[in-house]
């Protein structure tokens, strides 16, 4: 059995929030936020389609993107519009959507911190790519439109993702796994695992905090307007709004 690592955390990820009450808090929220009717949206590092297939639904101007081509192709046979999914990395998102801009910006999940640096830590390296990501959300992002990413509480041993027995669908199985998510002692680099009965996959990523997501947002024309544990979901979202 090969367990893709992304869509493996993206399947653990979905069994511990509330979908359907964290959907009714995301519609909350961009009403709070007096989103216009009609306006356009993006949920980048969409993986396995959740808020993207919700939203879609519901008759929203929503696009979705990751950079799994397997997730991509999941989710374009559940839209309405495949069209509308894209195979797109992102930081690179502003040169291949183009001149495209959104009224609201989706990265949520926790999608940064564990796609970024795989087995290749280097907080300095980290830091730059995260530049290249935050200046892409500010290309793709219209004045005065919304930027929606999340982060996890600081990592513990009651982190939501420790230490936890989770069936997730692998290879177009489902199987049984063992999840555990630590940090090192300056909380810097995250650790995973994810093992069935024939495989043990461990991987690395740079800590992500609230403070740095602050600093980038605020570097590339943003700033904070809202934050708060949104029902429903397990982590900590931040709103910000573009200059």
């Known amino acids: 059995v090969k367990m893709n690592i992304d869509e493996t955390f993206a399947g653990v990820i979905k069994n511990h929030r509330n979908e359907p009450l964290l959907l009714e808090s995301i519609l909350q929220k961009m009403n ?32 979705y993107s990751d950079g799994s081509n397997h997730a991509v192709e999941s989710v374009r046979q559940k839209a309405r519009q495949p069209q509308n999914c894209h195979n797109l990395l992102w930081h690179n998102l502003s040169s291949e959507i183009g001149k495209r801009q959104f009224a609201y910006v989706f990265c949520i999940g926790q999608s940064l911190p564990y796609c970024l640096s ?8 980290a830091r730059r790519y995260l530049q290249r990501v935050f200046k892409n959300f500010s290309n793709i992002t ?20 420790s230490n936890n027995t989770e069936i997730v ?21 995250l650790r995973f695992q994810a093992q069935d009965e024939s495989e ?3 991987k690395e990523g740079f800590n992500i905090t609230r403070d740095l997501l602050v600093n980038l947002a605020r570097r590339n024309g943003f700033y904070l307007i ?3 544990k949104l029902r429903g979901d397990i982590f900590n979202s931040l709103f910000f709004r573009k200059l």
Do not use: C, M
């Not at 297939?53 to 008759?59: A, S, V, Y």
């Not at 795989?118 to 390296?125: I, M, P, R, T």
């Not at 199987?175 to 940090?183: D, L, M, Q, R």
């Open 169 to 189: 669908r692998i290879n177009g199985s489902e199987k049984p796994i063992i999840t555990t998510v630590e940090a090192n002692g300056d909380q810097r680099i």
């Open 200 to 202: 043990l996959i461990e």
């Open 32 to 63: 709070e936020l007096h989103l216009p009717a009609n306006s356009r949206i993006i949920d980048v590092a969409g993986g396995l389609g959740f808020p993207f297939l919700d939203l879609e639904t519901r008759g929203l101007d929503i696009v």
């Open 142 to 161: 219209q004045s005065g439109g919304i930027l929606h990413v999340d982060y996890a509480p600081q990592p513990s041993s009651n982190y939501p993702l």
């Open 226 to 228: 809202q934050e708060e």
């Open 118 to 125: 795989w087995n290749n830590v280097n907080e300095q390296s």
